[in-house]
């Protein structure tokens, strides 16, 4: 079995992508691994396609820019603790667009928080890190907001 050297970090900027990025920092750091940091800004479907392409083209420069501004700060803090790589943002579905990553960076492995929803919680509203759990092309590492660093 060989240490992971290429870390991915999915992030959708919240408490739990915050403690899984700890997480994985701090794994990357004692490995000697680089930690690759991923944003996807999803794209509802609105069921209006001349408003979909409205709000997306008044909407989406914010969000990318929003998007951009929020990597550059996690890569700067995290800077000093561990060898951060590439900071990457892409629009779709999180889903298909980590796993995606993964690929290109040759991830192998990849650190994701999880919110822990259960059953009807998950059911409806899917859960992004299972999917990758049970898709990706390399171990997963889930993190609740409650794991150490």
Not at 38 to 67: F, K, M, N, Q
Not at 79 to 99: C, I, M, N, S
Not at 105 to 114: F, P
Request: glycine letters at 10%; proline letters at 5%.
């Amino acid at each position: 079995m060989t240490l992971p050297t290429n870390i991915l970090v999915p992030t959708d900027f919240s408490p739990t992508a915050e403690r899984a990025l700890e997480y994985g920092v701090a794994l990357g750091a004692a490995l000697g691994a680089r930690i690759h940091i991923v944003h996807v800004i999803g794209l509802p479907s609105l069921g209006i396609p001349e408003l979909g392409l409205a709000l997306a083209s008044v909407t989406i420069d914010g969000l990318v820019a929003d998007g951009w501004a929020a990597l550059g700060r996690l890569r700067d803090k995290y800077r000093d603790q561990a060898h951060v790589g590439e900071v990457v943002l892409r629009t779709g579905d999180a889903r298909d667009e980590v796993l995606q990553v993964a690929k290109e960076l040759g991830a192998d492995l990849i650190v994701i928080g999880t919110h822990g929803r259960r059953w009807v919680a998950r059911a409806l509203l899917g859960s992004v890190a299972e999917a990758i759990v049970r898709l990706a092309p390399c171990p997963v590492l889930a993190v609740t907001a409650k794991a150490a660093p």
